[in-house]
């Protein structure tokens, strides 16, 4: 079987899990601010869990790439616990709140500079801004044909086959290697990595490269911010929740009587 | 030209609901714009739907149909949509917030040079530039952002339910066909199978029992079927949920994810079971009429939504309650 070479893009965002409390807006600097810690976004790290299966299986070489204004190598370096080869931060003062198109083509510049790939994967939508289009905007740029929502994907004679979710089901669909596909969460979470090979991996010297917008040859001009013209808090979600007190047997049948008045 | 174009979608053999409220929409925007709106249907055979759109308003319906649009292959469908958006020239273009607007918006967005916004609950006109205003959920709908970006056509995709449908009058609009330009050497994709699945209808629910990483195994949706069973005896249509971490360890298929990529969901009763609580998760089910929640951890975010909570391990709670509720009915 062949080696395989797979991009995978990974963006890093405040852990969306994170409670209520932590998140709050505000509205005059028009920014959404979470007292949380950073994390790799879910859907990115399904992603990545298929491509460390897919080298598992051929053989090859896994890239990862994440982008922002400041991307933090410790929140990243879990990916090459994970089992990637390679990470590479694209840093620049430019790449803050870029837009779809804008993270795309930097993106793009990215994948371009690395040259020799067979698989580009992204998340389906990021988890801080759920806008769900990097992926398919990246594969146009690219000219690569384009997979979204894959729940499978495996390799056979230079060809992609993935099973992509659809309204009623799933489709079997195949494709020409290089290719772009978007992972959906059906694939499986990311693999448990044990806390010594991730604290190996943190203290590790091995140096990150960082790329900056000029390295990546995409110009400033090229680069456009997510044009926000006002940002809110959304309405209230909360209500009074009455926590049923007692022993276990006491709580079910409080609950019971909850039932019985919403019949 | 027409001022407001909308991509219509076709749902078993009529006009889906999301594209009557695209209409509704499409003729607000048209009024702000002083201009007017049409609608695009595509596929292999939609004459039909094109005379029952009629009555909706539009100045326009415009009639792309091609045999190769059977079934629903993306490189062909983008292709046959920048093409219509080229000809017809449009200042504002909706789509639904669906799997085909989600499909088709990015990758038409690059190759019209344009900017997407998706999933917007409210739009209108800036009157100063004419320009889009698109208002959006976003940090999984813990805040709400409005964007206007530059580009033509303005573009987005609407979520359902947000716009009321347009309403049925008189039919004072044309019909105008548009020459497909495709052939089979575009599709970079090919289509090998469709496979069909039971999918739980959880939109049509009115008791959701759902379970998250807080089950802490497969088996414990297992317990959560009987408790289904057990108030199926009370309640009409009760499903079985999940969060998005269930189905990502493998323990029950997506078509029961209630939330941001999984449905959305309004049932009478919600009982989350071991579901902290992701604002992702919480967007989808937090317009049921009454929420339970049932959790080891009171501080967790699900406790903050619910009229009525358990701090208690489920495996305690939920047999007890099967055994309350066989001496209730």
């Given at each position: 079987m062949t080696e395989i070479r797979i991009i995978v893009c990974a963006k890093q965002i405040p852990d969306p899990e994170a409670p209520l409390s932590d998140v709050s807006v505000d509205a005059e600097k028009m920014e959404v601010i979470v007292d949380a810690p950073q994390v790799i976004s879910p859907f990115d790290e399904n992603a990545l869990e298929v491509a460390v299966r897919l080298k598992e299986e051929a053989g090859g070489k896994i890239s990862v790439l994440s982008l922002g204004k400041k991307v933090s190598d410790t929140v990243l370096r879990k990916t090459l616990a994970a089992g990637a080869d390679e990470l590479i931060l694209l840093e620049d003062d430019n790449f803050e709140n870029l837009d779809s198109h804008s993270t795309a083509a930097a993106l793009a510049g990215a994948i371009r500079k690395i040259g020799d790939y067979d698989l580009v994967l992204t998340g389906r939508q990021a988890g801080d801004w759920d806008s769900g289009q990097v992926g398919l905007i990246l594969g146009e740029m690219l000219a690569l044909p384009c997979i979204s929502l894959a729940r499978d994907i495996s390799i056979e004679d230079g060809n992609v086959l993935v099973k992509k979710n659809i309204p009623e089901g799933y489709e079997r669909v195949k494709a020409q290697m290089p290719a772009l596909i978007t992972v959906s969460n059906e694939v499986g979470e990311l693999r448990y990595i044990s806390r010594t090979k991730m604290l190996k991996m943190m203290r590790g010297a091995r140096s990150i490269p960082s790329w900056s917008a000029e390295d990546l040859g995409v110009t400033p001009e090229a680069l456009q911010q997510m044009g926000i013209t006002a940002l809110s808090s959304p309405p209230d979600m909360g209500r009074d929740c009455e926590l049923l007190e007692g022993s276990p047997d006491e709580q079910a049948e409080k609950l019971a009587e909850v039932f019985k008045t919403l019949r | 030209m027409s001022d407001v174009l909308i991509l219509g979608e076709v749902k078993e053999g009529s006009l889906d609901l999301k594209t009557l409220e695209l209409l509704g929409a499409g003729k607000k925007l048209a009024g702000?714009?002083?201009?007017?709106?049409?609608?695009?249907?595509?596929?292999?055979?939609?004459?039909?739907?094109?005379?029952?759109?009629?009555?909706?308003?539009?100045?326009?319906?415009?009639?792309?149909?091609?045999?190769?649009?059977?079934?629903?292959?993306?490189?062909?469908?983008?292709?046959?949509?920048?093409?219509?958006?080229?000809?017809?020239?449009?200042?504002?273009?909706?789509?639904?917030?669906?799997?085909?607007?989600?499909?088709?918006?990015?990758?038409?967005?690059?190759?019209?040079?344009?900017?997407?916004?998706?999933?917007?609950?409210?739009?209108?006109?800036?009157?100063?530039?004419?320009?889009l205003l698109r208002t959006k959920p976003v940090s999984g709908g813990n805040a709400i952002s409005v964007f206007k970006c530059p580009g033509e056509p303005q573009l987005a995709t609407v979520r359902g339910k947000v716009f009321a449908a347009a309403e049925s009058g008189d039919a004072n609009g044309e019909i105008v066909d548009i020459k497909a330009k495709i052939d089979e050497s575009m599709i970079k994709v090919e289509s090998l199978e469709i496979v069909r699945e039971e999918i739980v209808a959880l939109d049509k629910a009115d008791v959701v029992v759902s379970g998250g990483a807080g089950l802490g195994e497969e088996d414990g949706f297992e317990l959560l079927e009987e408790l289904r069973e057990a108030l199926s005896k009370s309640f009409a249509?009760?499903?079985?949920?999940?969060?998005?971490?269930?189905?990502?360890?493998?323990?029950?298929?997506?078509?029961?994810?209630?939330?941001?990529?999984?449905?959305?969901?309004?049932?009478?009763?919600?009982?989350?079971?071991?579901?902290?609580?992701?604002?992702?998760?919480?967007?989808?089910?937090?317009?049921?009429?009454?929420?339970?929640?049932?959790?080891?951890?009171?501080?967790?975010?699900?406790?903050?939504?619910?009229?009525?909570?358990?701090?208690?391990?489920?495996?305690?709670?939920?047999?007890?309650?099967?055994?309350?509720?066989?001496e209730l009915s």
């Open positions: - | 702000e714009l002083g201009g007017e709106f049409s609608l695009l249907l595509m596929g292999d055979s939609v004459s039909g739907m094109a005379d029952e759109a009629l009555p909706y308003g539009p100045a326009k319906v415009y009639k792309l149909e091609h045999h190769l649009l059977q079934g629903f292959k993306t490189d062909l469908w983008l292709a046959c949509l920048e093409q219509a958006c080229r000809e017809i020239n449009p200042k504002v273009l909706l789509m639904s917030h669906s799997f085909l607007g989600m499909e088709l918006g990015p990758r038409l967005a690059c190759r019209l040079n344009t900017r997407l916004t998706t999933d917007c609950i409210d739009l209108s006109i800036d009157p100063e530039d004419g320009l249509n009760v499903m079985i949920g999940c969060s998005r971490v269930a189905v990502d360890k493998g323990w029950i298929s997506s078509d029961h994810q209630v939330g941001l990529t999984g449905t959305m969901i309004s049932p009478d009763i919600y009982v989350a079971v071991g579901i902290s609580g992701a604002i992702q998760h919480l967007v989808g089910m937090v317009h049921a009429k009454k929420i339970i929640a049932i959790n080891t951890d009171p501080g967790c975010n699900m406790f903050k939504v619910a009229d009525y909570g358990v701090v208690e391990d489920y495996e305690e709670i939920i047999p007890a309650l099967i055994e309350k509720l066989e």
